[in-house]
T-cell receptor, first 111, second 117 residues
């Protein structure tokens, strides 16, 4: 399958700090998605990106689709305790929604 | 967003038995569904692509005879783990998207926690 490298693997931050995580792929993707997963639950979509260079925000979250189409980043500003969870990037090299997932970034926020 | 329902949410079975997991699209038709497996503290790994009315396509390394997939209707795909063993214990998640939406995001079911004892 496709190789997706996500970093960092985990983060420990203080409430109010900004966070950044990124994903790179070995091949070109047509779609990048960012998900958050809570324990025992399925992933919940945060942001979807469909176009190279696209910068999209969802509240305190901002994500960008890299110009090379091989990378994407997610920023969380002014973190709060409920941001705790595992964040996954997912990319699709095709046009029929078959996604490959990054290894995840575990975010811990200290109140 | 679109709603995808997965059942059961948890199942415990004895080694050697088979378990069926259902994935339904509740308010749209889904010609394609995807099945993922997630081991503890790991990422989601795509297992197979389920196509309505035709055979599923399996990712490399996934045994098609062990993980039987049936996509008999536009709203239902099932994954059957046959002759389950403890190493099959995992979190199984399906995803799909409305057939009319084209290239867009994937919506996920709630997942099924399978424990084989």
């Amino acid at each position: 399958g496709q190789q997706l490298n996500q970093s960092p693997q985990s983060m420990f931050i203080q409430e109010g700090e900004d966070v950044s995580m990124n994903c790179t792929s070995s091949s070109i993707f047509n779609t990048w998605l960012w998900y958050k997963q809570d324990p025992g639950e399925g992933p919940v979509l945060l942001i979807a990106l469909y176009k190279a260079g696209e910068l999209t925000s969802n509240g305190r979250l901002t994500a960008q689709f890299g110009i090379t189409r091989k990378d994407s980043f997610l920023n969380i500003s002014a973190s709060i305790p409920s941001d705790v969870g595992i964040y996954f990037c997912a990319g699709s090299p095709y046009n029929f929604n078959k996604f490959y997932f990054g290894s995840g970034t575990k975010l811990n926020v200290k109140p | 967003g679109a709603v995808v329902s997965q059942h059961p949410s948890r199942v415990i079975c004895k080694s050697g038995t088979s378990v069926k997991i259902e994935c339904r699209s509740l308010d749209f038709q889904a010609t394609t569904m995807f099945w993922y497996r997630q081991f503890p503290k790991q990422s989601l790994m795509l297992m197979a692509t389920s196509n309505e009315g035709s055979k599923a396509t399996y990712e490399q390394g996934v045994e098609k005879d062990k993980f039987l997939i049936n996509h008999a209707s536009l709203t239902l795909s099932t994954l059957t783990v046959t002759s389950a063993h403890p190493e099959d214990s995992s979190f199984y998640i399906c995803s799909t998207f409305p057939a009319t939406w084209g290239n867009t995001e994937a919506f996920f079911g709630q997942g099924t926690r399978l424990t084989v004892v």
